[in-house]
Nanobody
């Protein structure tokens, strides 16, 4: 059974930084890619960043150069380092496996004040 537990969100001023963590279980972590998504109020969930099992990364244009995704296979954990945060980054952030699992974690709220 897949379990995804996100943490690290909070309230931060524009220009600040946060580091999100996601502990994933239920699949062999090291052979799966991992994604970070976010969902802002009234909007659809969107893919923010991806890391493959080999460590290749991709980012949405809106976060490129500001966010960095990484993974620690020994800890079954994927991270999202978020720098130069903007109010438009405010959302609930979720992780998931790639291919995506059918279930989601509770997410972690990120609020960026202007």
């Amino acid at each position: 059974q897949v379990q995804l537990v996100e943490s690290g969100g909070g309230l931060v001023q524009a220009g600040g930084s946060l580091r999100l963590s996601c502990v994933a279980s239920g699949r062999t972590f090291s052979i799966n890619g991992m994604d970070w998504y976010r969902q802002a109020p009234g909007k659809q969930r969107e893919l923010v960043a991806r890391i493959t099992s080999g460590g290749s990364t991709n980012y949405a244009d809106s976060v490129k150069g500001r966010f960095t995704i990484s993974r620690d296979n020994a800890k079954n954990t994927v991270y999202l380092q978020m720098n130069s945060l903007k109010p438009e980054d405010t959302a609930v952030y979720y992780c998931n496996f790639l291919p995506r699992a059918g279930s989601w974690g509770q997410g972690t709220q990120v609020t960026v004040s202007s």
